[in-house]
């Protein structure tokens, strides 16, 4: 919490030693929300600069939503300035039921009062800020979430799938339409036959409401468990079957499909060719880019960054 606090000083050590269990959605008794506790130190520095910004995107990208209000948090943003004409007086922004975007909002109607009414032109770098940060927490798209499980039970689920004995259903992989001209009806329709899948109706019946209706109904299937899968093949159905047992890739399968050649990821350790000179250095990265490029900060005593 100390490190988000102070992001602009800290921010390899929210990006690189954060617990891999944190809960980025948390509510600290006084920051609020991870992304509310950025908030204060950026807007106050008047400064969204090469750090800040991948850093609030990665928050973003561990699912860091800024609308999570922090319904009881005691502290505030704002407060600065000694009520001088050279630094007026910022009046206090409470954390308690506010969320990051309505945060910055509240340091926007703040700022814009002091800088076009109270003391023209004041406080305009950090007034910028504030709206950049409101920027960047638009950029929050809400995804699936992702709840840690055991590796235990992953196993566990995989040997269910294995256990051909309990398999109650057959899936009939009959592949792509086959239109050579066969006299079979079943060819003509379904394609030729591939092989068969074992499967669980339990399972089935709970990842699909149509395959629940068809194994449970008085239909063909719901008859003889034996369901037909056209346009498939026998690897294609094996590979659904691992994924909705398990919800993880089979081990074969995630070594055989490795990240292409020169995809990076934030916090990737590289050595990188220093201002092109032909002196590698080692860093890591703290922001990627569409065209391939990413953002790369040298370890050392001083740090000095680079794309």
């Known amino acids: 919490w100390e490190a988000l606090v102070s992001c602009r000083h800290a921010h390899s050590v929210v990006t690189q030693l954060s617990p891999p269990d944190f809960d980025w959605n948390s509510a600290h008794p006084v920051h609020g929300t991870p992304l509310m506790a950025t908030v204060n130190e950026i807007v106050r520095s008047g400064q969204v600069n090469r750090e800040v910004r991948p850093l609030l995107q990665w928050c973003l990208r561990q699912g860091a939503d800024p609308r999570r209000t922090a319904a009881s948090a005691r502290g505030y943003s704002g407060g600065w300035g000694n009520g001088t004409d050279e630094f007026p007086h910022v009046p206090r922004v409470p954390h308690a039921g506010r969320c990051a975007i309505t945060l910055v909002l509240g340091l926007i109607s703040v700022l814009e009062r002091i800088s076009v009414y109270e003391h023209k032109g004041k406080y305009q770098d950090q007034l910028l800020a504030a709206k950049q940060l409101v920027g960047i927490f638009a950029q929050f798209r809400a995804g699936v979430l992702h709840e840690p499980v055991a590796h235990a039970t992953v196993e566990m689920w995989r040997g269910i799938l294995t256990d051909g004995e309990s398999a109650d ?116 990265i703290v922001a990627t880019h569409d065209d391939g490029g990413c953002d790369v900060i040298y370890d050392g005593d001083w740090e000095y960054m680079e794309r």
């Not at 086959?178 to 079979?184: L, N, P, Q, T, Y």
């Not at 008859?223 to 398990?246: C, D, F, I, K, M």
């Not at 074969?252 to 060719?273: L, S």
């Open 169 to 284: 259903v057959e899936l009939h992989i009959t592949g792509e339409p086959d239109d050579s001209g066969s006299d079979s009806s079943v060819d003509c329709v379904f394609g030729r036959h591939q092989g068969v899948v074992r499967a669980h109706a339990l399972v089935l019946c709970h990842a699909s409401p149509v395959l629940r209706a068809a194994l449970t109904s008085e239909m063909r299937e719901g008859q003889t468990r034996v369901l037909q899968v056209p346009g498939a093949s026998v690897a294609a159905a094996e590979l659904l079957l691992a994924v909705l047992y398990s919800g993880a890739l089979p081990p074969q399968a995630a070594r055989a499909t490795p990240p292409p050649k020169g995809e990076w990821a934030v916090g990737d350790a590289v050595e990188a060719n220093w201002r092109g000179r032909g002196r590698w250095w080692s860093g890591h």
